[in-house]
């Protein structure tokens, strides 16, 4: 992927698909850049791949009542990590409209957000107001969360059986606490997440509580704005929370920049004109999961595409992780 200065190789199974050079890495991950800050990629188109999906339309989930709470109610959960509430309702997800112009390596890209379609989520959630922490992040793999196999899904826990004594979260960064954890998979964000006793959220979910019933084209409204998140310019993951005139429109923080989150959904190009309009939960199979929400210093200084809510990156298998890659949680009551 052109996240940045390098460009990266993808799992070998996608290889053949993706035509990036190949950087080697036991986990299919690329070395950090070698210079921090944003650079062009080096001539590679990028197009997005397209997965078959059996049954693109799985059933959406069953409505149920929702407390009626104020949208950005906040709370502090069992773990003591912040949410605020989203409320269910409408909004219009994807983009019909070249809302930024798209860097060269994802020119082909707008089209997996059409056609733009109204979407019904007809329940309330509690959503992470950042990214998860390294310090939360700890705190699982203290609790034994990396050796409890009723965390993990089948797959998952196959993964982590084949990893054995290899040193987990991978430390591909020397990170504080107060950082977007990174370079998990998957896999780990999904067994967080159930130890939090939430989920990852569905990109509906996601990308709802980013631009609310208005359908906004960033979390602060519809101009760009790089003083508002940590993307173009950026050097690495930042504290979370650090762009706080950034929120969006229920207080959640860094839902544009800092890192990409990993959401619940498989990826396809042509999912959004199979998909039901009521609590979509994406294809139900794929080989690869979407990522939300932009990161610190994309190629080509292309903020204002990849940072804009609507924006679904189409590349990386659940076992890939990376130095720009983090997670956020949802929860019910």
């Known amino acids: ?4 200065a390098t460009a990266r190789s993808i799992a070998p199974a996608l290889a053949a698909v993706l035509a990036l050079a190949a950087c080697g890495g036991s986990n299919g991950r690329s070395a950090p850049p070698a210079t921090a800050g944003p650079t062009g990629p080096q001539g590679t188109t990028l197009n997005p791949p397209e997965t078959t999906a059996t049954n693109p339309t799985e059933a959406p989930g069953t409505p149920v009542e929702s407390p009626d709470r104020d949208p ?3 709370r502090t959960d069992a773990h003591d990590v912040g949410q605020v509430w989203v409320p269910g309702g409408t909004f219009t997800m994807g983009s019909d409209d070249i809302d930024a112009t798209p860097p060269p390596w994802a020119a082909n890209e ?3 957000e059409r056609p733009a379609h109204e979407v ?4 309330g959630y509690w959503i992470d107001t950042t990214e998860v922490t390294v310090a939360s992040f700890t705190q699982f793999k203290a609790a034994g969360g990396y050796d409890d196999e009723s ?3 089948a797959d998952g826990w196959k993964w982590r059986q084949a990893q054995g004594a290899k040193p987990l979260p991978d430390p591909c960064l020397q990170q504080a606490p107060d950082e977007p954890q990174v370079c998990v998979t998957w896999y780990e964000a999904e067994a967080y997440a159930h130890w939090r006793g939430g989920r990852l959220p569905t990109e509906a979910e996601w990308e709802f509580a980013a631009r609310g019933p208005e359908s906004l084209v960033y979390p602060w409204g519809n101009e760009y704005d790089r003083t508002l998140a940590n993307l173009d310019g950026g050097t690495g993951p930042m504290p979370v929370g650090s762009f706080p005139k950034g929120k969006s429109w229920v207080g959640a923080l860094d839902m544009s920049g800092n890192v990409m989150e990993w959401v619940a959904d498989w990826w396809s190009s042509v999912y959004y004109s199979q998909s039901p309009a ?3 939960t994406g294809p139900a ?3 690869i999961k979407v990522e939300k929400g932009g990161w610190w210093g994309p190629a080509n200084d292309s903020g204002a595409y990849v940072g804009r809510s609507a924006y679904r990156h189409w590349e990386d298998p659940p076992l890939y992780e990376d ?4 997670f956020r949680v949802v929860s019910f009551d």
């Open 72 to 74: 950005g109610t906040a």
């Open 110 to 112: 707008a089209r997996t």
């Open 278 to 280: 009521d609590d979509p």
């Open 1 to 4: 992927m052109l996240r940045s």
């Open 323 to 326: 130095h720009h890659i983090g």
């Open 151 to 153: 965390l993990w899904s």
């Open 120 to 123: 019904n989520l007809s329940r």
């Open 285 to 287: 199979t794929g080989s």
